[in-house]
């Protein structure tokens, strides 16, 4: 983002004054369009109020913008064109279309995460750089590279990379299948995306864990779904409930994240991944499992997917190199049967006609190179680390505010708050003080819970921001009290 | 894909056999389910339909499928698990959502394409491997790579790939824009989608160009539009239909590929364009300017974009590697409104978290070294090339028998077939003959036309593939005549 240059000749004002202009006359804010207030573009450029205040007045002297009290800031329609003319309504068209904007929370924490990237990060769902395979994807990379190919590819994905896959979740998630079975995804996100697009219809009633990560994501709600709880305690979630939901409401699909649940941090209870399967396919019910954080598992060996004891084909799995190497990469992939797979390869082809072949070749790469298990057994004894370091804050800082179950394996650690606070404020208040988090109700009904990813901040950064959190709590709680 | 290994000692029937015995126990053909036909499965392997009837006896014998006259072979539901138990009616899934499926024709040449590779392709809509700057992106892949981060990146797309652009659409198509203004998409196709997607409700009427790529995309009736025509003649679309249509059925929108556009290869005349922009900013209406060919401009100097001339923010302009460079690469750009753009970036969020760090990576560095301009006019000669050998052979082995204007960019020659002819019988006796091409009933109202993409074929195979096309023109009508 384009800032003001402190050490330039020029006053700041004038400088952004020009950069306005310049982005006006691009079209960027056409006639008639509304700019950021004076208050946040100040945020934003990380000056005063008041040089803001001084560049709009220069630009209202040359006629380039109209300020009106209450309606804001406006581009002038009449400075641009010798007859006036009209630009389109953009705020209407930004408005249409069924896609619902993001959960506020959500684009809150994503704002203050670019406005101040020192923010200690409690809150982005994925690893640190220094957890994921940075030197070693490098280092493939930096290996002879040759690419035979750069045409579009097959939609269900480059076929050495669903080969190599095929391989790996034999060896280490226990599921056997062929490379026609694979589809290969921009990370889990848009297996779940052409799920719920392309084989679920507006109107159909699906069931989703309470809390669930799938709350965070209007991707549901803007696909029309009617969404259905199914509680999730110590051991996931009831089975029986699907049954109950069934009955009561004719649910089509069910979402499942069953190993080291994301917020939760749960693994669903061996007795109760038979019933679910029993359930399933005694009502001809699909699942779609879920599955980024099981190779994460800090001691034992990692939960086996429900795909691997399914008999019936009831399984849609998905699986992502997000959560245990990098999100950046890009690269998911959906176990399902046949039909699925051919559906949604040939809807995919209408949105972005697939990944491009580089990153799938390196993910490929990957996958054959000798780094995997090194890898991953750094991953875990990391992660078991950073939790430790979480929890021993939470006790120095926070003790007897919060209560928590002990996650095995996973990303986050889900915190019950003693004292009753109202989650946006104390976002508001740990923004202030240094630190973002995600409120609990991000994810689901509840309230009073926080979601704290101990993979995403600096090994040193953790202790200090539960320091920062603390004080954020009590400034809140102590002014209650006042 | 999977085929039966003609080295083995194992007979093939019984490769075949245990293949598929393979693939429903792993689910992929779920209890119950269809198997593809015999003769559908003897194609898609390669081998005799009596080996593929001898497979499925043996399956059969074993009781693993069950066949009944005219109404296919199917997995048997009684072999898997002792009670008889159901599974999810994945084809009913498969026809859910909103997403229609592509064009027939269209996943037609795609299965023929995916059988048989050794056909002449006229068809696929792209450069041929020796077009792509596959040597320089290799080059570029093969200096001292760094990757300093691979979290989830900023969904508007990695900055210095839009700092990059910011130069390129400067320098090659006359656009002033900055970075924030904008978005990175998976080729120019998910700049459509977003666009038909969340711009746009079910519902709305929208102008396309007749006949137009956009035709070939169900992409715009799964998103509920009403579609209405601008005919395409010489010099492009007329802006005067546009108030008609306006005035008629309210268009939100018009869609317009301006220079060499596709299938046509028609240029919007400068007057026309003038006028467009008038039309739009006198109705607020919005144009989006879909402008992957320009580049291509054999001999003259690219026509300039819409956007450059765009003086009320009417304009989304949207570009793309796909047709200068290689699609494989999936990257395209959107130029829009700063409302516009922070909209689309917030909704993407919802689909895929954005694309790959790698491959913009890559782009920005291409688009950064002194590769792209002698790698454009090396395409623009071989483009140009490709383009004459095309006319001569159609010359030769079709004289009369067609029409068409000659393109001066881009990768598609549009031919009027004088015989008449049968769109979809045609494709078929092409495939017997060994060539593919798009029925150009594909991309609009009229039939009778016929797209050939020049760009695509080996320079050695298109005076083969012409004379093959000929034959199966020749074979209809001669057998029509009988
Ligand atoms: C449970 C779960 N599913 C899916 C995703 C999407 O991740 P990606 O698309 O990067 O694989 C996340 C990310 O937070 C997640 O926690
Ligand atoms: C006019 C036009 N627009 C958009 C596209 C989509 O191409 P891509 O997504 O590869 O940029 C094509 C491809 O054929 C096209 O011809």
Redesign the pocket.
Known sequence: MWKPDRQSKQPLYEQIADHLERRISYGEFPPGSLLPSERKLAEQLGVNRSTVVQSFAELRSMGIIESRTGSGTRVSKYKWGITPKHTPNWSRYAEGGSFLPNQPFMRRIRKALTEHPSLIDFAS??LSKDLSPIDEITTLLNEPQSISYLGYDNPQGYTPLRQALVSYLRDYRGIQTTESSILIT?????S?YLITQCLLSPGDAVAIEDPS?CYSLPMFQSAGLRLFRLPVDQDGARPEDIRTLYKKHRIKMVFI?PNFQ?PTGTVLKAEQRIQLLNIASELGLPIVE?D??SLTAYKETPPSPLKSIDSTGSILHIG?F??IAA?GL?I?WMVAPHTIVERLADARQQMDFGLSVIPQQVAAQFLKSPYVEPHLDRLRMNLLFRRDLLIEALEKELPGLVCYTIPQGGLHMWCKLVPKVHDGKLLEEAIKNGVVFVPGSVYGSDSGFVRFTFARPQVEEISSGVSKFAKALQNLTNNRRE
Do not use: A, I
């Open positions: 769902g994925e921009s990370g889990s996100q848009q779940l990560y994240n994301n879920d980024p954080f992502s997000s959560k999100s890009r998911g």
